[in-house]
């Protein structure tokens, strides 16, 4: 369930690229990457699964306004219109959910691999960046559209170490919803847990942070944590209220090498 590209994968992505896209050199540049990730299940859940993270980006910067990016799972394109704002453009792979994720997820359909379009707009004021966007699912595989809206905060403790944070806020419609933590009365009976249908609006807030240390010209160790909280369209669904958590956390550590 990871999502590999860069730069569609969310709004903080974006914040973390808008910063350095003006120093890029003119040409090919590479970034690839390898850790670990501890992230919930499901959208909601109480426990957490463990793997393998990794990731190659190739992004190509063909002016001062105008870079390409290619990454496992995805394309993106990102237009500087000038030195403090950006629009950014991607076609992302989103996995699915298996119906043996968690347990409590067995008497529930999987929810399938779809094919995601992600627009944004970036604005940065030194240190701050902000954005908004939108991601639209284009199968019809349940996901839906999802807007977002948040902001990150960078600062160089010293040449080497460095450390980030930021707060974003989601926004879904009622078909996403609904594919996350809908229940139908089939399910229902399958699993004990009360039917369960919700409209669209506020969907959650997620507080991140990371602190990224350069070990060599090319190399970084960064790690990342963030936690998540479910407004009441998520966190009423008994798959969330009764056996999961409106509070999730993730956490990731790893290795990424640029050339």
Known sequence: MRHIILPSCTLLCLCVMSHSA????????????????????????????????????AQYTASAHLQWILAFGGLGVRYRINDGSA?????????????????????????????????MYLHEVGPIGVGVGFQQDLLGKGKGLVGFLGAQYDHDVTDRLSFNTSLALSFADAEHMNTEVGISNAVSLAS????????????????????????????????AMSIEQYGSKIADSPLVSQVGNDTTKSIEVGLRYSF
């Open 22 to 57: 003006a120093a890029q050199e003119l040409g090919w540049s590479y970034t690839l990457s390898v850790g670990a990730e501890s992230e919930p299940t499901y959208v909601g859940s109480d426990s957490n699964v463990t793997a393998l993270s990794y990731g190659a980006v």
């Open 87 to 119: 629009i950014t453009a991607s076609l992302e792979y989103e996995p699915g959910r298996d119906s043996d994720d968690d347990t409590i997820l067995e008497p529930f359909d999987a929810i399938e691999d779809t094919w995601e379009i992600q627009a």
């Open 192 to 223: 004990g847990l009360a039917p369960y249908t919700t409209d669209g609006g506020y969907k959650s807030t997620t507080l991140s942070a990371g602190i990224d240390y350069l070990i060599t010209d090319n190399a970084t160790v960064y790690s």
